[in-house]
């Protein structure tokens, strides 16, 4: 398949559900204007991970990886109420743009910024007991994605769905000669496949940003 049709079907996707509304648009634009990298999920992807959301009833979210707030606005206008989202973010830039977002989409009681490197923000939340979370989210950087699991899994019950983007990176994956980057994803993986705590798969994705690829894993039982 031409990556154009892929873009089309987007595009066709989005049109069937009315497209993202003025807030979604709005974030998207605060970001462009900023500076930001163009690396949000897509809105058929938003979407996909709001209904993932709905669909383990989350009440407790976790991101790893907030830019402007895109994906974590999706996640959020999902949760019951009296839930909320915690997402980590290093970049005070970003997370600055991600707070006035997250204001304008009227979800500051819902969502909480985390500021500082995931591997800190993460330990944090372990002291902190602020698990278990519903619904783990990892889009952060990729050399770490291993160590992001196991913080994940360590707030995380029986029945927890972990969510990793990026998982095949334009079949990066593939390399037998990777970038640091994508040996951490090649890692994750590996260490997704051979974890006996969770049940996972990977599927591939497309559209416009490109080939790329999911993980879903569930938590089992002790
Ligand atoms: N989830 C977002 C996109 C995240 S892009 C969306 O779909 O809308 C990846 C983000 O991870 C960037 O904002 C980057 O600054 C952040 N990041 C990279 N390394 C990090 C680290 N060690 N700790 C926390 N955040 C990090
Ligand atoms: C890229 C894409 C992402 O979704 C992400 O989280 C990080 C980087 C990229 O295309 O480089
Ligand atoms: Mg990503």
């Not at 204007?33 to 407790?60: E, K, M, N, T, Y």
């Not at 913080?151 to 983007?165: F, N, Q, Y």
Request: with cysteine.
């Amino acid at each position: 398949m031409s990556e154009d049709v892929a873009v089309a079907v987007d595009r066709y996707i989005e049109g069937l559900f009315g497209g993202q509304d003025a807030v979604l648009e709005a974030a998207q634009q605060r970001a462009a204007d900023a500076g930001l990298p163009a690396i949000s999920v897509s809105a058929p992807l938003g979407r996909f991970l709001h209904v993932l959301a709905l669909a383990c009833g989350a009440r407790q979210v976790l991101e790893i990886g907030t830019l402007a707030g895109y994906s974590a606005i999706w996640m959020a206008r999902a949760l019951a109420a009296g839930g909320r989202l915690v997402t980590l973010e290093a970049n005070e830039e970003y997370a600055e743009i991600a707070g006035a977002n997250v204001a304008d989409a009227g979800l500051d009681d819902v969502i909480e910024i985390r500021r500082g490197r995931a591997l800190e923000t993460l330990a944090e939340l372990e002291r902190e007991q602020a698990g278990p979370f519903d619904l783990v989210f990892l889009d952060a950087d990729k050399e770490p994605y291993t160590e992001y699991l196991q913080a994940a899994l360590r707030l995380s019950r029986p029945g927890t769905l972990i969510v990793a983007d990026n998982v095949v990176y334009a079949g990066q994956v593939l390399s037998e000669e990777p970038s640091e980057m994508v040996a951490g994803l090649q890692r994750f993986n590996r260490a997704l496949a051979a974890e006996s705590g969770v049940r996972a798969a990977i599927v591939q994705t497309t559209g416009v940003k490109g080939h790329d690829g999911m993980a879903l894993a569930v938590v089992r039982e002790a």
